[in-house]
C-alpha cells in the first residue's frame, strides 16, 4: 500500500476557556492509503502548532515536514512504521516538537497496518516484542478537575460514584493555589464523597515547580486520606526535583509523565525522578511505539505503567493497546468530563463492563471508528498560505 494523503484536522468547540480542559479542541490526523484504507490518530497538542509541523515548507534538509516524509511511501507492515518513524524524525531532526506533533500520524499508520492484517493493535505489539498477546481488563478511573471549592469537588466526587466508579483522579484547578488547609480539604472531599471502598488519584497539576519541599509536605498531609498517589507536585522536567521529593519517601507515591514529549523524558523520570507511577500520552510522545518502549522500561525498573488520557476515545483506544496485555499495569485514565466535542469523535467508545472494567476489543487496528457525521460541525477550516503558495488547506473530511 501506498500512502496518498495525510490530513490534520482541526476541531473544536464553540467557546474556549483557560480550563486545564484538554479537550475543548483537537487535531485528529487521518492517513489514506491507495488500497482504500484510512488511519486514524489523535494528538494531545496545540492543534495549531501542530499543523505547522504537517506543512511547514522545508528550511534544510533537517526541517522537513511530516507529510513531506511520508506521502508516497509504502506502507505494509509494522516494520514500515518504524521505518516511517526513524525517516520522520531524522527528516525533522531539528523541529523541536516532532514527536509531539507526530503521535497522531504514528497512531493513524499502526491504524492502517492492523486494519490491513486484521488484528487488534496489541496483538501486533505482542508479536514484535514477543510478549504474551493475552489482554486484561482495566479499572477505569474517571479524571476530573477539582471543583472550585471543596464543597463542590465532593458533589462532583459524589456524582461519579453514582455513575459506578470505583475509582477517580481529580486534579488542577484550586490545587496548590489557596494553601495547605484549602489543600488538604479538597482532597478530604474527594475521598468523602467517593467513599472509602474507593481508589482516589490527586493531581496538582505541576503547582508547585521546582519546590519538592512543599510537595513532600502535602503527600505526607494528603496520605490520611490514603490516595492511590499524587500526580505532576513538580514541573514536567524537574527531574532532580522529583529525585529528591522522592528520595524523602513520601507515604504517597509519586506519579508523573504526562509531560514526557520524548522518550528520553520518560525514560528520565523512571531511572532517576525515582516515580512509582509513570503516565504516558501516547498522543504526546510519538505514538505507539514509544509509549510501548516506555512500558517495557516501567517493566524492568518496577515502575507501574499507566495511560494519560484527556481527550476522546480515539487517543483512549492507542494508549490502551499500549499495555492491554501486562496484568500488573491494571489502571486506566478514562475520560469522564470531556466536552461534546471529544464524546462525539468515535461511534463506538470503550463502555465500563457490568464489572466496573474496561478492555481493549479485537477490532482490526485501534478498535474504534470515527464518527465523521458526528465532527463535521466542529471542524475549522484553515489555510495558511506563504508567499503566493498555499501550503496547507483542510480537505473535506
Ligand atoms: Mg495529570
Wanted: glycine fraction near 8%.
Amino acid at each position: 500500500m501506498r500512502i496518498v494523503a495525510v490530513d490534520p484536522f482541526y476541531l473544536r468547540m464553540p467557546e474556549i476557556t483557560s480550563a486545564a480542559d484538554g479537550t475543548q479542541d483537537t487535531l485528529l490526523v487521518r492517513i489514506r492509503t491507495d488500497a482504500g484504507i484510512d488511519g486514524w490518530g489523535e494528538c494531545d497538542a496545540s492543534p495549531l502548532v501542530s499543523i505547522a509541523v504537517y506543512c511547514c515548507p522545508m528550511s534544510h534538509g533537517n526541517i522537513i515536514n511530516i507529510r513531506t516524509s511520508l506521502i508516497g511511501e509504502t506502507v505494509d507492515g509494522p516494520d514500515d512504521v518504524l521505518r516511517l518513524s526513524e525517516k520522520v524524525l531524522r527528516n525533522g531532526l531539528d523541529i523541536q516538537q516532532i514527536q509531539h506533533a507526530y503521535s497522531g500520524a504514528e497512531i493513524a499508520l499502526w491504524d492502517i497496518i492492523g486494519k490491513k492484517l486484521q488484528k487488534p493493535i496489541y496483538s501486533l505489539l505482542a508479536e514484535m516484542s514477543a510478549t504474551p498477546s493475552t489482554p486484561h481488563p482495566k479499572l477505569p478511573y474517571a479524571s476530573v478537575l477539582f471543583g472550585d471549592t471543596p464543597e463542590d469537588t465532593y458533589h462532583i466526587a459524589v456524582a461519579l460514584r453514582e455513575q459506578g466508579y470505583h475509582a477517580a483522579k481529580f486534579g488542577w484547578g484550586p490545587m496548590g493555589k489557596f494553601g495547605e488547609e484549602n489543600d488538604i480539604a479538597l482532597v478530604r472531599a474527594a475521598r468523602e464523597g467517593m467513599g472509602s471502598d474507593t481508589q482516589i488519584m490527586i493531581d496538582a497539576g505541576v503547582v508547585w515547580g521546582t519546590d519538592y519541599e512543599t510537595a513532600y509536605k502535602r503527600a505526607e498531609a494528603f496520605a490520611e486520606f490514603s490516595p492511590t498517589w499524587l500526580e505532576e507536585p513538580l514541573a514536567p522536567d524537574a527531574i532532580d526535583a522529583y529525585s529528591s521529593l522522592t528520595a524523602k519517601n513520601p507515604r504517597v507515591p509519586i506519579a508523573a509523565g504526562e509531560g514526557s514529549n520524548t522518550y528520553r523524558m520518560a525514560e528520565d523520570l523512571i531511572t532517576h525522578g525515582g516515580v512509582q507511577f509513570v503516565q504516558i500520552d501516547t498522543g504526546r510522545i510519538g505514538g505507539i511505539m514509544p509509549s510501548f518502549q516506555v512500558r517495557r522500561l516501567a517493566e524492568q525498573h518496577g515502575v507501574q505503567y499507566v495511560n494519560h488520557t484527556f481527550k476522546s476515545h480515539l487517543s483512549l483506544a492507542a494508549a490502551l493497546h499500549v499495555f492491554a496485555t501486562n496484568p500488573d499495569f491494571d489502571l486506566l485514565e478514562y475520560p469522564a468530563a470531556g466536552s461534546e466535542l471529544s464524546q462525539r469523535i468515535v461511534k463506538n467508545p470503550f463502555p465500563v463492563d457490568p464489572d466496573g472494567m474496561v478492555c481493549v476489543n479485537d477490532l482490526p487496528g485501534l478498535g474504534v471508528q470515527v464518527d465523521i457525521d458526528a465532527i463535521c460541525p466542529y471542524l475549522v477550516p484553515v489555510n495558511i498560505h506563504v508567499g503566493t503558495e498555499t501550503v496547507f488547506q483542510n480537505t473535506f473530511l
